[in-house]
């Protein structure tokens, strides 16, 4: 089975600052996508940002990017420039890539908070 | 376009009690995915279709648990003889696929509290 893990339960970032945030996650398979997802105190979930495992670029959108190190199987979200709307809980989130087992695996997640 | 919706937003029952939770997916999505998160927790998978084919619900805890969407579109999430481990946050997402990297648009999820 895949598992998730999210090591950081909290972490704090200055406003306009840079925060990184971590992920681990164990497979055997080798065709795959992982996901961050954003959960702010409302409750509804947000796709912050997408990688396939079969591509070796590492994906961006805008102030977010992904360290992604398919050897190591690690899965970093890098926050630049923070903002105070980016405080929220962070999800790593993995998804096979075969057959119809097309659920999210979720790792525990970590609360960013974001200070002045 | 509208998202996905979910009703109730907050359920409270007694133990015993049999609820019933919504989930009113983006149209046109094929997809349709219940998840249940436990406070301080990542949501865990629970079922999923296809349209209107149940293909996967290895993630239902138990027999209380029951899900159907009958048309392919709105779904329902039913438990049974609520436990006081049953209290969560239950999460309803649609995709316009399962394979792929298509994105699953959540819900704003339906808090169940058994007392």
């Known amino acids: 089975a895949q598992t998730v893990t999210q090591s950081q339960p909290e972490m704090s970032v200055q406003e306009a600052e840079t925060v990184t945030l971590s992920c681990t996650y164990d497979?055997?398979?080798?065709?795959?996508?992982l996901f961050w997802y954003k959960q702010p105190p409302s409750r509804q979930m947000i796709l912050v940002i997408r990688?396939?495992?079969?591509?070796?670029q590492n994906a961006t959108e805008n102030r977010f990017s992904v360290n992604f190190q398919k050897a190591a199987k690690s899965f970093s979200l890098k926050i630049s420039d923070s903002q105070l709307g980016d405080a929220a809980m962070y999800f790593c989130?993995?998804?096979?890539?075969?057959?119809?087992?097309?659920?999210?695996?979720f790792g525990t997640g970590t609360r960013l908070q974001v200070t002045l | 376009g509208a998202g996905v919706s979910q009703s109730p937003r907050y359920k409270v029952a007694k133990r015993g009690q049999d609820v019933a939770l919504r989930c009113d997916p983006i149209?046109?999505?094929?997809?349709l995915f219940w998840y249940q998160q436990a406070l301080g927790q990542g949501p865990e998978f629970l079922t999923y279709?296809?349209?209107?084919?149940?293909?996967?619900k290895s993630g239902l805890p138990s027999d209380r648990f029951f899900a159907e969407r009958p048309e392919g579109s709105v779904s329902t999430l039913k438990i049974q003889r609520t436990q006081q481990e049953d209290s969560a946050v239950y999460l309803c997402?649609?995709?316009?696929?399962?394979?792929?990297?298509?994105?699953?648009?959540f819900g704003p999820g339906t808090r169940l509290t058994v007392t």
């Open positions: 997402a649609s995709s316009l696929a399962g394979r792929g990297s298509y994105e699953q648009y």
């Open positions: 497979t055997s398979e080798s065709d795959y996508y």
């Open positions: 990688q396939e495992a079969y591509k070796q």
């Open positions: 989130a993995y998804k096979r890539g075969t057959g119809t087992a097309s659920k999210l695996t």
């Open positions: 149209s046109g999505h094929v997809s």
């Open positions: 279709f296809q349209n209107e084919a149940q293909l996967d």
